[in-house]
């Protein structure tokens, strides 16, 4: 069951009940758009719209919207914590504390300094910073999955022209 369905079905149960507290896990990536994370991108930022939205419509029932950034956890494949990666029991120690404070929050201290730079920092600064991540993400995840060495998909995007002839001899061969 989806958090969305998951909403769907105790939301009615505890405006019956006279109302309470509901504390939903988005993420950081539903802010911007992130290459390579389409639909995950998406549906993080469906949930914190939806926060906000039942959030408004329900006067007894209050939602929480945590969007936190990486975690060390086996989703991130981070073993330890560091400055911009937390482990699971700094995030949740510093995001209980956060109930019932504020409607959205990054959960810890260090995420929301990185919320920050996400909204201050344009796409074309974000990216240089942003992208490496995600390469390197993306290549330690193949690695685990194949046990093989993926191939350097930043050394073609430099070189458009060297991608493009491995794709016309791989359509004439």
């Known amino acids: 069951m989806g958090a969305a369905e998951f909403l769907s079905c105790v939301l009615p149960v505890m405006e019956k009940s006279g109302g309470g507290q509901i504390v939903v896990l988005s993420s950081s990536q539903g802010i911007r758009p992130i290459p390579m994370l389409a639909a995950y991108c998406a549906t993080k930022a469906l949930m914190t719209f939806l926060c906000e939205s039942i959030d408004r419509e329900y006067s007894t029932i209050n939602v929480q919207c945590l969007i936190p950034a990486l975690v060390a956890t086996k989703m991130t494949y981070y073993t330890e914590g560091s400055t911009f990666v937390v482990t699971p029991e700094n ?8 109930i019932g404070l504020t409607k959205k929050t990054a959960g810890c201290l260090n995420h929301e300094l990185q919320m920050l730079g996400f909204h201050f920092f344009p796409w074309t600064i974000l990216k240089y910073i942003i992208m490496p991540i995600y390469y390197h993400q993306r290549k330690r995840v193949t690695q685990l999955h194949t ?6 998909i930043e050394s073609l995007e430099q070189e458009p022209t060297k991608k493009a002839m491995i794709s016309r001899d791989s359509t004439t061969a």
């Open 91 to 98: 995030f949740c120690h510093q995001a209980v504390g956060s």
């Open 147 to 152: 046990g093989t060495e993926p191939i350097a």
